[in-house]
């Protein structure tokens, strides 16, 4: 018993998987996953040195109020007389805006095209570890930002701290975190403690979407991503808790 072949049925052409999935996304590589996870931990090194930079400001308060109001002051004038007064300043707020601004869009648009990737929810068991993970870095997020537009609202502009615009930096600071107004301690306490956790996982993708993190570097990068966030959280939490329990005054 034979079998009949059509002639040109086994000779047609059949598109190939490879060059379908490789396809080119219209807008370049920053419309890809991977150009999404650069811009990502491009902009979280830009806030990580912003926010050691703070840290270490912050901490100066420890050294007096005459230290402290030199550091605030010191940011303003930096640049002079070359440049205008506040002009390097406002240049490093333009840049940590546009790099807040483009790592929300780029977590945004990775977790819309993940979404899309998967329309179908899975009966299966959820990973714990992933469902902390998504919920630490998406509401860790706009925790994040709604705490930094109270933070300068009060002790940046002045317009909610009990001191106002016009005080010494040191004043305000000091009268932010009065004993007296102990939930804003505890509000900034939460919200840094938000802050570290949204950092470990951030730097530790950052190492991962840059390549860094190979099996036998795991360990030093996880404890690395770690200390970094432990180090910025008790140094961001030293100064409140201490003007709050009297140490400073």
Known sequence: ??????RGSATASVN??????TRKRPGGFFSSSNGK????????AVMVLFLVAHMIGNLKIFLGHDSFNE???ALRTLGEPILPYR????????VLVASVGLH???AISLSRRAAHARPVKYVAKKSQAGGYTTHIMRWGGVTIVLFVIYHLLDLTFGVVNPKGFDSEPADRMVAGFDPSRWWVT???AVAVVMVGLHLRHGIWSAFQ???WAKRNRYHVLRVTAAAVSVVLVLGFLAPPLAITFGVVK
């Open 1 to 6: 018993m034979t079998a009949t072949i059509e």
């Open 16 to 21: 190939s998987p490879e060059k379908s999935s």
């Open 37 to 44: 996870k650069v811009v990502m931990a491009v902009t979280g």
């Open 71 to 73: 550091y605030a002051h």
């Open 87 to 94: 002009t390097l300043l406002t240049i490093t707020e333009i």
């Open 104 to 106: 929300m869009w780029a």
């Open 186 to 188: 505890l509000i900034y």
């Open 209 to 211: 979407t840059l390549g």
